[in-house]
Nanobody, 122 residues
């Protein structure tokens, strides 16, 4: 069974770049038909799909975040990463990584990491 674990700094200063890693175990990031996503949930708000990368390395981003987001993968470490640039306090949220086997979107995600709190503050 696939397991996902987010890691990264819990505090980022405004204007800096937020970087998170999702380490995958029990499966490979290159397994056919696996879609790997980043999702976040700001305090008091709903889940927001940020973007993802699929088994072939194709990446897709939410239009509202596309200009600030980059998602990549490291096959040797079996993980994928999120970089969000020029952060503001509005980027404070719990960040999750997750997997789908049926395509993109929050409703298609079937395996989730536990989430990691990121606070943007000086």
């Amino acid at each position: 069974q696939v397991q996902l674990q987010e890691s990264g700094p819990g505090l980022v200063k405004p204007s800096q770049t937020l970087s998170l890693t999702c380490t995958v175990s029990g499966g490979s990031v290159t397994t056919n038909d696996y879609f790997w996503s980043w999702i976040r949930q700001p305090p008091g708000k709903g889940l927001e799909w940020m973007g993802g990368i699929n088994y072939s390395g194709y990446s897709l981003y939410s239009p509202s975040l596309k200009s600030r987001t980059s998602i990549s993968r490291d096959l040797s470490k079996n993980h994928f990463t999120l970089q969000l640039s020029s952060v503001t306090p509005e980027d404070t949220a719990v960040y999750y990584c997750a997997r789908s086997t049926t395509g993109w979107g929050v409703t298609r995600l079937d395996s989730w990491g536990q989430g990691t709190q990121v606070t943007v503050s000086s």
